[in-house]
């Protein structure tokens, strides 16, 4: 595996309409000069994932954690009720 250089050699969109579980991290920010905010707007901007889509990407997230079953439920109701009011 390899860092992608620029976005348009990765087709994200591609990915999440194929039903591929898409996660976001930042493993190493200072080394990639990036953030959870930035490849969040970067999705945002360059791909045009919508807000339903970065919600996807975050319980994603949440369900490949290694949390334990109950904590990822937990959490998963918790960010399904904060995406349910905006």
Request: proline content about 2%.
């Amino acid at each position: 595996m390899k860092q992608v250089k620029e976005e348009t050699q990765y087709s994200v969109t591609n990915l999440i309409r194929n039903d591929v579980h898409v996660v976001v991290g930042t493993g190493m920010p200072a080394y990639l000069d990036t953030s959870l905010t930035k490849e969040y707007l970067t999705l945002s901007t360059i791909y045009g994932l919508d807000r339903t889509d970065i919600e996807t990407i975050n319980l994603n997230s949440i369900r490949h954690s290694m949390l334990s079953p109950d904590e990822k439920r937990g959490l998963i109701d918790s960010f399904q009720t904060e995406f349910g009011s905006l």
